[in-house]
């Protein structure tokens, strides 16, 4: 069973940087690099919603929504069966609970506040 863990949440100043980490582990019928990854947000009272996505082995396609398209990266390390959001520019509204996702799989996710 496919087992996701965030980490990398924190409190941080608007206008400041955090990466998120997601470990993977596992996977039994096929690699991590076989699966697209998603990042995911919820914040207090709203819906979740998807934040990025990369795609399967390489990653060569990411998707961002328009909210934060321009200040979050996603990445990926097959070696390291690890899944990165890099958050640049982070605004208040920005403040969630963040979750990793692939392989139907969900992380427990990770709190980012972002406040003065």
């Known amino acids: 069973q496919v087992q996701l863990v965030e980490s990398g949440g924190a409190l941080v100043q608007p206008g400041g940087s955090l990466r998120l980490s997601c470990a993977a582990s596992?996977?039994?019928?096929?690699?991590?690099?076989?699966?697209?990854m998603y990042w995911y947000r919820q914040a207090p009272g709203k819906e979740r919603e998807l934040v990025a996505s990369?795609?399967?082995?390489?990653?060569?396609?990411?998707d961002y929504s328009d909210s934060v398209k321009g200040r979050f990266t996603i990445s990926r390390d097959n070696t390291r069966n690890t899944v990165y959001l890099q958050m640049n520019s982070l605004k208040p509204e920005d403040t969630a609970v963040y979750y990793c996702?692939?392989?139907?799989?969900w992380g427990q996710g990770t709190q980012v506040t972002v406040s003065s």
């Open positions: 996702h692939g392989s139907a799989a």
């Open positions: 990369i795609s399967s082995n390489i990653g060569s396609r990411k």
């Open positions: 596992g996977f039994t019928r096929f690699t991590f690099s076989a699966y697209a």
